[in-house]
DNA sequence: TTACCTGCAAAGGGTTTGCACTTTG
DNA sequence: CAAAGTGCAAACCCTTTGCAGGTAA
């Protein structure tokens, strides 16, 4: 899979994949640094960041913007699936919905497109912070 | 409408609203920042963003990211649409489809969530930028 | 062996902020 | 007149890059 464009599977990329697939949440690169430190601490930021930007072109790693904030990654898995979040927990809940991906697919087959990424960000309150009108 | 808060309607602000009223495009902070400063040579780069952001809680301007670059900006309309960015040209096409409006609203009220924004973005190649499989 | 990769530290670019001055209501 | 907003420039923060020294294949 790496190995396509003369790309070599490191320790250090082996690593960055492990935690991203062993966590359920969505890490930014920091969290993604911080947790690859703690198994191989001569790891290095640049490196998770290069890191990231390869798996993600691998189609291993999809990139998210969740809230307005900076970027969160998680491991590619097998069912699309989109993104609430809280403004005020910052609590995310995820989603899914064969309605959504048809409605895609028939928008890219009559515009001809070939699709790369798809990304549905919700965001509001949850159940648990939603202020009734006041 | 911006009244509400205590807020004041000076010259500034509404300049920089008539700009993205007055374009068809995406336009980031750089964009809106030349085409108020044609109108008003004082106008700094501070104040539309410290604009952009009150029009977007006031709701009256929408924040998306397009692409993965920076933040894009746009009046808000009457009807919710959603975005395609080709990554090639960067083309962004416009569509809409009340299948994920009503997917959107299952998901929030099975959830007891109360929606603020909605944002999809799809990215690819468009009909002319395409490859076929080579 | 040799292209590719890493760590470090510095640079980059979009966005935000502190402060003194101006303006709105 | 008081509160809110503006312009300027510096600060911020996430992310990227140049380079010299490592390392996978």
Redesign the pocket.
Known sequence: M??S?????????QLALDVLQESAEHL???AVYARAKAR?P?????????????LKEAGLVEEN?LG????HFEATRSTPHYHFTCLRCGRVIEFDTPQVQEAIQSFCTREKIQLVSVQLLLSGYCALCRREEE
Chains 1, 2 share one sequence.
Do not use: F
């Open positions: 790496l190995h464009g003369g790309k070599r599977l490191t320790k250090q990329r930014d690169a920091e191989d001569k790891i290095s930021i640049a490196t998770i960041y290069r890191t990231l930007a390869l913007r307005e904030e900076h970027a």
